[in-house]
């Protein structure tokens, strides 16, 4: 489910339905002067300063000047133009039925523009940019720091990314540096330039915040969050680190007033060089498919399952007929490494299986019923992404406060399962956890149970938690409850 304070930035269709509608596609400029000359350069080199403190020591700091004054050319301004349906965002939804009754034809498609940033990894002309920034576009313009201007044709995008390629007809262009986000570092200094609101090549500073943020929209990005200052127009822009290699592509921010709120989200640049060579390469992009949906493990579900800390990616759901159902994972079970690295978060699991190709195989250590297992599977193609899964609050103090029953037979078909119990009426700590009347349970700290009994000889033997597997509908989730 999409969390309403998470905006884009900028989505174009909203920006372009706040601005004008004119309906004019916007014109090709083509300026004088002569093309920028593409060179290799070498990565800027910290300076360093004294150290406030004193004492002789020093303190390394970036030279963000000179990564601006190195890079900044290779970063362009993307305006873009087109048609959004009426009733898409940032048009009147009722503008259609008005026409209507007025008896004048409707108007099924609203005239847009907008506005993005983008940067220059080839002297060819080849430019990466937001999906979002040129979705629905029918005319793409591309802006360099001399003021020459290109139209673009966009060579493809992935929505699910939020990865899109463009190419100019130019060559001799300035391009950046690329780095390597995996080895970024929390508390890194990095730097952003774009165009917020339109001003052009505007650059502005902070720290990574965080690695490997899953976010509630409808990508399986390991986002890079920072407190870099970035607003509608800096979509699509770069994410330099102080050597002045880029790290990431901005593109989107946390804010409940629509603009910029100290928290700002990148797409990780090992990432984004993927999905271009895929779209430069073959015109569109594969996605590897695991098929589980997952969720955090706090300290409740922790004690539930017998693990020594909270870490790892606890299996809510397998699809059937998956990869990871064919290589055998379980819900309940909780995986705590994959090819060797450690899931310390749900969201690094998305983060591994969004790098990895179809065909590729994960080696998994997963924790099951107190024990160690080791599964192996095979990533299928897919445009879905690994679903994630929001927990409830934690419940506190002692019984459950659940009365149960078995579940008959025309329930049992109804909802697609072959065993469970449903929850009659709730209170205490089920209650505060989340447990509502009508929830099935499935599973018991992992178990299956089809009898009342069951649950209650599974709950006697926990001596802290226990988490319950809830079906609710079609969603299916672990509700840790703490019982003392």
Same mark, same amino acid.
């Given at each position: 489910?999409?969390?309403?304070?998470?905006?884009?930035?900028?989505?174009?269709?909203?920006?372009?339905?706040?601005?004008?509608?004119?309906?004019?596609?916007?014109?090709?400029?083509?300026?004088?002067?002569?093309?920028?000359?593409?060179?290799?350069?070498?990565?800027?080199?910290?300076?360093?300063?004294?150290?406030?403190?004193?004492?002789?020591?020093?303190?390394?700091?970036?030279?963000?000047?000179?990564?601006?004054?190195?890079?900044?050319?290779?970063?362009?301004?993307?305006?873009?133009?087109?048609?959004?349906?009426?009733?898409?965002?940032?048009?009147?939804?009722?503008?259609?039925?008005?026409?209507?009754?007025?008896?004048?034809?409707?108007?099924?498609?609203?005239?847009?523009?907008?506005?993005?940033?983008?940067?220059?990894?080839?002297?060819?002309?080849?430019?990466?940019?937001?999906?979002?920034?040129?979705?629905?576009?029918?005319?793409?313009?591309?802006?360099?720091?001399?003021?020459?201007?290109?139209?673009?044709?966009?060579?493809?995008?992935?929505?699910?990314?939020?990865?899109?390629?463009?190419?100019?007809?130019?060559?001799?262009?300035?391009?950046?540096?690329?780095?390597?986000?995996?080895?970024?570092?929390?508390?890194?200094?990095?730097?952003?330039?774009?165009?917020?609101?339109?001003?052009?090549?505007?650059?502005?500073?902070?720290?990574?915040?965080?690695?490997?943020?899953?976010?509630?929209?409808?990508?399986?990005?390991?986002?890079?969050?920072?407190?870099?200052?970035?607003?509608?127009?800096?979509?699509?822009?770069?994410?330099? $680190?102080?050597?002045?290699?880029?790290?990431?592509?901005?593109?989107?921010?946390?804010?409940?007033?629509?603009?910029?709120?100290?928290?700002?989200?990148?797409?990780?640049?090992?990432?984004?060089?993927?999905?271009?060579?895929?779209?430069?390469?073959?015109?569109?992009?594969?996605?590897?498919?695991?098929?589980?949906?997952?969720?955090?493990?706090?300290?409740?579900?922790?004690?539930?399952?017998?693990?020594?800390?909270?870490?790892?990616?606890?299996?809510? $759901?397998?699809?059937?007929?998956?990869?990871?159902?064919?290589?055998?994972?379980?819900?309940?079970?909780?995986?705590?490494?994959?090819?060797?690295?450690?899931?310390?978060?749900?969201?690094?699991?998305?983060?591994?299986?969004?790098?990895?190709?179809?065909?590729?195989?994960?080696?998994?250590?997963?924790?099951?019923?107190?024990?160690?297992?080791?599964?192996?599977?095979?990533?299928?193609?897919?445009?879905?992404?690994?679903?994630?899964?929001?927990?409830?609050?934690?419940?506190?103090?002692?019984?459950?406060?659940?009365?149960?029953?078995?579940?008959?037979?025309?329930?049992?078909?109804?909802?697609?399962?072959?065993?469970?119990?449903?929850?009659?009426?709730?209170?205490?700590?089920?209650?505060?956890?989340?447990?509502?009347?009508?929830?099935?349970?499935?599973?018991?700290?992992?178990?299956?149970?089809?009898?009342?009994?069951?649950?209650?000889?599974?709950?006697?033997?926990?001596?802290?938690?226990?988490?319950?597997?809830?079906?609710?509908?079609?969603?299916?989730?672990?509700?840790?409850?703490?019982?003392?």
């Amino acid at each position: 489910m999409k969390n309403p304070n998470l905006k884009a930035a900028p989505l174009v269709l909203a920006l372009l339905g706040a601005g004008a509608v004119g309906g004019a596609a916007v014109e090709m400029l083509h300026h004088g002067g002569a093309p920028a000359t593409a060179a290799v350069l070498a990565p800027v080199q910290p300076a360093t300063v004294p150290s406030p403190n004193g004492g002789g020591s020093s303190v390394v700091m970036p030279d963000f000047p000179l990564i601006t004054q190195r890079y900044g050319p290779a970063v362009v301004n993307i305006s873009v133009s087109g048609h959004a349906p009426a009733g898409a965002e940032g048009g009147d939804p009722l503008e259609f039925f008005r026409q209507f009754q007025r008896g004048g034809k409707p108007q099924r498609d609203v005239p847009v523009r907008g506005m993005g940033s983008g940067f220059i990894v080839g002297a060819d002309g080849i430019i990466l940019t937001n999906a979002h920034v040129v979705k629905d576009a029918t005319d793409v313009t591309v802006k360099l720091t001399d003021r020459r201007e290109f139209k673009a044709k966009v060579l493809g995008s992935d929505p699910k990314t939020d990865i899109a390629v463009l190419k100019i007809n130019a060559s001799n262009l300035p391009v950046v540096t690329m780095g390597s986000s995996d080895n970024l570092r929390v508390g890194e200094w990095v730097l952003a330039i774009g165009a917020p609101f339109g001003f052009e090549n505007t650059v502005t500073a902070g720290v990574v915040s965080a690695k490997g943020r899953s976010l509630p929209d409808d990508s399986a990005v390991p986002f890079i969050q920072t407190d870099v200052a970035v607003n509608p127009g800096n979509s699509g822009g770069p994410l330099f $680190n102080a050597r002045g290699e880029v790290v990431g592509i901005n593109s989107q921010i946390y804010s409940q007033s629509g603009g910029y709120q100290g928290v700002s989200f990148a797409i990780p640049i090992d990432l984004a060089s993927r999905i271009k060579d895929q779209i430069i390469a073959h015109g569109k992009v594969e996605h590897a498919k695991l098929g589980v949906a997952v969720q955090e493990v706090n300290q409740t579900l922790a004690d539930s399952f017998g693990l020594d800390r909270p870490e790892g990616a606890l299996v809510a $759901n397998v699809e059937k007929g998956s990869a990871a159902d064919r290589s055998g994972l379980q819900p309940g079970d909780v995986i705590r490494t994959v090819n060797g690295k450690p899931i310390i978060s749900s969201g690094d699991l998305p983060a591994i299986v969004g790098l990895s190709q179809p065909g590729e195989r994960l080696a998994m250590d997963v924790w099951r019923a107190g024990k160690r297992v080791r599964l192996t599977a095979e990533l299928t193609r897919s445009g879905d992404k690994v679903a994630a899964a929001t927990a409830p609050a934690d419940g506190s103090g002692g019984r459950l406060g659940l009365a149960l029953r078995p579940l008959d037979p025309q329930e049992r078909q109804e909802a697609g399962v072959r065993a469970g119990v449903v929850v009659e009426d709730v209170a205490g700590p089920a209650e505060a956890a989340g447990v509502e009347p009508g929830d099935i349970v499935l599973a018991v700290n992992g178990t299956p149970v089809s009898t009342v009994d069951q649950v209650k000889t599974v709950v006697e033997k926990s001596q802290k938690s226990v988490a319950l597997l809830i079906q609710r509908g079609e969603d299916k989730i672990f509700v840790p409850i703490r019982i003392g």
